[in-house]
């Protein structure tokens, strides 16, 4: 597991602040793992701080990897690109947040706490980013096409079946 990189996230933004960091994603948290068929890369993160025009703190993190994920179909592994692009507003009032959600229902918040583990914001950026169901655009392997060609077509069938009704 990654050590934690800890920062103010309220300071951070209101100052303008940015972080580029490279975490290898052999470091990362289990729970990564588990979606993924390999550890080998690593995971570029840029983290900008800024204010809106609300005068809200909002923190940007855009990622950048190429990961190891599984292939529902056949499989094997195979390289996943990830680039995500996302900013996060930090709110230091429930009710205020709350209130601007239920405004902008695209609005992506949180309640602002004393410190912010960089790296677990990476984690989850990085676990919301991966694809439901990976596959590749042609797996390219002998035995799932033996597999499909041997299976005949339903659709065949039941032209059978009605050729043989309408004789």
Do not use: W
């Not at 979606?35 to 855009?62: F, I, M, P």
């Not at 529902?72 to 930090?90: A, E, F, G, I, N």
């Not at 990085?126 to 590749?136: D, R």
């Amino acid at each position: 597991m990654s050590k934690p990189i800890l920062i103010d996230p309220l300071k951070f933004a209101r100052e303008g602040r940015s972080q580029t960091g490279t975490l290898a994603i052999a470091a990362l948290d289990p729970r990564i793992h588990d979606d993924l068929s390999g550890t080998d890369g690593e995971v570029n993160y840029t983290l900008t701080g800024h204010v809106d025009a609300l005068r809200r703190a909002v923190l940007r993190l855009t990622l950048d990897a190429t990961i190891s994920v599984r292939c529902q179909r056949c499989l094997s592994s195979m390289p996943y690109v990830l680039k995500t692009d996302s900013s996060v507003t930090l709110f230091t009032d429930e009710e205020k947040l709350e209130a601007a959600c239920e405004a902008d229902e695209t609005l992506d918040a949180i309640m602002a706490e004393p410190e912010l583990d960089v790296v677990r914001l990476v984690e989850d950026e990085i676990i919301m980013g991966l694809p439901l169901s990976p596959k590749h655009d042609d797996c390219g392997t002998d035995a799932l096409t033996r597999a499909k060609a041997d299976k005949p077509n339903p659709f065949a069938v039941l032209a059978a079946l009605k050729g043989t009704k309408s004789e």
